[in-house]
């Protein structure tokens, strides 16, 4: 069932994105779309537009529901929120933009973790240990952080950066900070196949509907109670 763009307006203007984002001559179109994608998969504090479905998916979950594991095949808002935020973070800024990524030692300690990487292919007692510890609060305040540096980084971008190639030292980077673990080393191999353009199309866009649509099914199963 879909809990995320019942109208499917978002998946529709992500199939146009898929048929530009390459064009040198729609450049301009493309970037307006991808940012109309990204601002209705972030709260409207990153995009200064009216309040989405993020918003209201967000509003009044209690800190404790973001920690709660709502099925036995599930993970929970917390891991999906930390993941997101992680890969949107980590592939903008260091591999599109070639800078730092927003997560640091800061963040790190306002979040209140240990862990540095994605989220990918954490086992069930990780996925707890990082949810029941992390500042949920906080946790929001960091992907709205990454999620208005996406917004900076799109509007930056040229034609020719659509087809230039994910830079090795980028993903030898994302290595070194800790973004992977020992299980999701293939994660950087997928990056490292990417152009610029298909990096846009799942981490700041695709990969986010599909795991706040999880988000939105899990909150409703936990409110039922």
Same mark, same amino acid.
């Given at each position: 069932?879909?809990?995320?763009?019942?109208?499917?307006?978002?998946?529709?203007?992500?199939? +146009?994105?898929?048929?530009?984002?390459?064009? !040198?001559?729609?450049?301009?179109?493309?970037?307006?779309? /991808?940012?109309?994608?990204?601002?209705?998969?972030?709260?409207?504090? =990153?995009?200064? &537009?009216?309040?989405?479905?993020?918003?209201?998916?967000?509003?009044?979950?209690?800190?404790?529901? /973001?920690?709660? =594991?709502? !099925?036995?095949?599930?993970?929970?808002?917390?891991?999906?929120? $930390?993941? *997101?935020?992680?890969?949107?973070?980590?592939?903008?800024?260091? %591999?599109?933009? #070639?800078?730092?990524?927003?997560?640091?030692?800061? $963040? @790190?300690?306002?979040?209140?973790?240990?862990?540095?990487?994605?989220? =990918?292919?954490?086992? !069930? +007692?990780?996925?707890?240990? *990082?949810?029941?510890? *992390?500042?949920?609060?906080?946790?929001?305040?960091?992907?709205?952080?990454? &999620?208005?540096?996406?917004? +900076?980084?799109?509007?930056? %971008?040229?034609?020719?950066?659509?087809?230039?190639?994910?830079?090795?030292?980028?993903?030898?980077?994302?290595?070194? +900070? #800790? #973004?992977?673990?020992?299980?999701?080393?293939?994660?950087?191999?997928?990056? &490292? #196949?990417?152009?610029?353009?298909?990096?846009? %199309?799942?981490?700041?866009?695709?990969?986010?509907?599909?795991?706040?649509?999880?988000?939105?099914?899990?909150? @409703?199963?936990? @409110?039922?109670?």
């Amino acid at each position: 069932m879909k809990y995320l763009d019942t109208d499917n307006s978002i998946t529709e203007k992500h199939h +146009e994105l898929k048929k530009i984002i390459r064009k !040198s001559d729609r450049i301009e179109q493309a970037k307006k779309l /991808f940012l109309e994608i990204h601002a209705a998969l972030h709260s409207c504090a =990153v995009s200064g &537009g009216k309040a989405n479905e993020i918003d209201t998916l967000f509003a009044d979950l209690k800190p404790q529901e /973001f920690a709660v =594991v709502p !099925s036995a095949k599930a993970e929970t808002i917390a891991w999906a929120v $930390w993941h *997101l935020a992680r890969i949107e973070d980590m592939t903008m800024n260091i %591999l599109v933009a #070639g800078s730092e990524q927003i997560f640091d030692s800061e $963040w @790190q300690k306002r979040m209140n973790t240990a862990f540095t990487d994605t989220g =990918v292919s954490m086992d !069930s +007692e990780k996925i707890i240990k *990082l949810s029941s510890e *992390l500042n949920s609060a906080e946790l929001l305040n960091y992907r709205n952080a990454v &999620g208005t540096r996406t917004r +900076e980084i799109i509007a930056a %971008l040229t034609a020719q950066d659509m087809k230039r190639r994910v830079p090795a030292d980028g993903i030898n980077k994302i290595r070194s +900070e #800790g #973004g992977t673990c020992e299980y999701s080393e293939w994660l950087l191999e997928y990056w &490292g #196949g990417k152009d610029i353009a298909g990096l846009l %199309l799942m981490p700041p866009t695709r990969h986010l509907m599909l795991h706040l649509n999880d988000c939105i099914k899990w909150k @409703q199963k936990l @409110q039922e109670y």
